[in-house]
């Protein structure tokens, strides 16, 4: 799935929430874009996404791919932001049966998956309950 | 642009063909179709394939493949947006015989996936989505349609009842297709108490892991009698569009972008509206996906689809009959060949030659090919002449 540049190349993103924006429409992607898809300007700025957000869907991943063997069930959720920037990530430390749309949520760093036998250790964001 | 008939279709039973390889099931395929439609040669070949490097280590397929059916040296391709690698196959094909470059013309589709393993089988499926900002997070395909189902539920009020139903007609439907992987019928008691996948979804709400082709031949309108005296079928549109390969970056979840564009495209090119469709064979990879397929291919209103389906409008004998085949949940999905295998069973309908499941005086049929999570969407209307 990933080696060591590809991993590396992802870091600012993963590690740090960077993303960019487009200075005319100030539409903000995550991830940073090298184009804005709107309105065709190429002058963004860095910027970093929200670290709040709330719950638009979730599911519960019961058969998961093979570097997630061991976490499943787990659950995955797409988060709209505070900035409005929308995103892919798990959701943990909650219990499914609470689980729900429109649920806060915030951002936190954590580990992902370990690559291979003896791979990479892989880390990036997930989603906990805001309360 | 001339008008363009289909002339020739050919496919073998679907299933896990551990007996057959690639080349095998490539080959009885398309002699099938060139057989079908009566050419002693073709001029250009478009493959449609998702996956061959990861399923059978084998990239390169296009030329394998001519050599193999003894076609070589006309040129072959092989054309790939995901799962909606077949419909575009299709839609070069139609484009090199409409603009006039090429008359008769093999478009196919193939995919053997069960050479490898479950998980390698989803890793490659999985490499239709974001792979570092979906994959990454331990999504699947189920997981994504999943997404899309908690959303329609919650915004339309859809139940697991409904999404279940799509699954007992399909199988119906299915169990009338001697072609099909799994040609037997299920109950809603069945689905929703079978295997949990990814919630809502469970296993009868997903189609299987096949291998199978499916192959048409194509030509100008004004040859299409010269050969064989079947029905002549017309392309009449052919509509294609992207949308973002990331589910997240949609603006609504649970609406199919790319699927409403193509649509549209095809619609205008046919100069018809849903209505005038006699059926739909559309991409049914899970039940959820039929239901947000009808909704932007315009044959309900938004949020309309599960009562449609409930009410049996979308059945064999419905006003919209959707997926008489038996569709992806029941007929399989290898991959690459889905597209192909749609206009199989439009073709077959509107020459009247469906038998059990046969839609009564069909005369108009879309398919509708989808990639990924609906990032990419093939669509074309046929019309009996
Ligand atoms: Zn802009």
């Not at chain 2, 996936?113 to 490659?124: F, I, L, N, S």
């Not at chain 2, 792979?131 to 189920?142: K, R, S």
């Not at chain 2, 609504?252 to 564009?261: A, H, M, P, Q, V």
């Not at chain 2, 085949?325 to 290898?334: A, D, M, T, V, W």
Request: glycine fraction near 10%.
């Amino acid at each position: 799935m990933t080696t060591p540049s590809r991993y590396w190349r992802e870091i600012p993103q993963r590690y740090r929430g960077e993303a960019n924006s487009c200075e005319k429409c100030k539409k903000k992607f995550f991830p940073p874009r090298l184009i804005c898809p709107k309105c065709g300007n190429r002058d963004l700025a860095k910027a970093k996404i929200a670290d709040k957000g709330k719950v638009l869907s979730f599911t519960i991943i019961r058969v998961p791919p093979s570097p997630f063997k061991d976490q499943a069930p787990y659950a995955v959720g797409i988060v709209e932001l505070k900035d409005g920037v929308k995103i892919m990530g798990q959701i943990v430390e909650c219990d499914f049966k609470d689980l729900k749309v429109g649920l806060p949520v915030k951002i936190e760093f954590r580990k992902m998956f370990k690559e291979g036998h003896s791979g990479i250790l892989c880390y990036g964001y997930k989603f906990v309950p805001d309360s | 642009m001339r008008d363009v008939a289909v002339i020739g279709i050919g496919m073998t039973k679907w299933g896990e063909l551990w007996e057959k390889s690639l080349r095998d099931i490539y080959v009885e395929t398309a002699l099938m179709a060139i057989e079908d439609a009566g050419v002693d040669h073709i001029d250009s070949m478009y493959i449609g394939s998702m996956s061959s490097g990861i399923f059978v280590g084998q990239e390169h397929i296009a030329s394998l493949l001519a050599d193999y059916l003894g076609t070589s040296p006309v040129p072959s391709a092989r054309v790939e947006t995901a799962c909606a690698s077949g419909g575009l196959a299709l839609r070069m094909g139609f484009m090199e015989v409409a603009s006039g470059m090429n008359d008769i013309v093999l478009v196919s589709g193939i995919e053997k996936m069960t050479d490898v393993g479950g998980d390698k089988a989803t890793y490659a499926l999985g490499t239709a989505a974001d792979q570092e900002y979906e994959c990454y997070h331990g999504v699947t395909f189920p997981g994504l349609y999943a997404l899309m189902a908690v959303d329609h539920m919650n915004k339309y009020g859809t139940t697991r009842k409904q999404l279940a139903e799509v699954a007992v007609k399909n199988h119906r439907n299915g169990s009338k297709n001697p072609l099909a992987q799994f040609p037997f019928e299920v109950t809603v008691d069945a689905v929703l108490n079978s295997v949990q996948v990814a919630d809502p979804l469970r296993i009868l709400d997903c189609s299987p892991i096949t291998d199978g082709a499916a192959a048409a031949i194509i030509c100008p309108v004004d040859m299409a009698q010269k050969f064989r005296d079947h029905p002549v079928v017309k392309i009449l549109g052919s509509g294609q569009a992207t949308d973002s390969i990331a589910l997240s970056q949609r603006n609504d979840i649970s609406w199919l972008e790319s699927t409403y564009r193509a649509g549209k495209g095809a619609y205008e090119m046919a100069g018809k509206k849903p209505s005038d469709m006699d059926l739909f064979e559309v991409h049914d990879c899970f039940t959820i996906a039929e239901l947000c397929v009808m909704e932007a291919l315009g044959m309900v209103e938004k949020g309309k689809s599960g009562e449609a389906v409930e009410k049996g409008r979308t059945a064999v004998n419905g006003d919209i009959p959707v997926n008489p085949s038996g569709g992806l949940k029941s007929k399989g999905h290898p991959v690459g060949a889905t597209g192909i295998a749609q206009v199989l069973e439009i073709v077959k309908q509107l020459r009247g030659e469906a038998g059990e499941r046969q839609v009564k005086d069909a005369r108009t049929g879309l398919t509708q090919n989808m990639g990924g999570s609906g990032a990419s969407t093939v669509v074309h209307i046929f019309e009996r002449d």
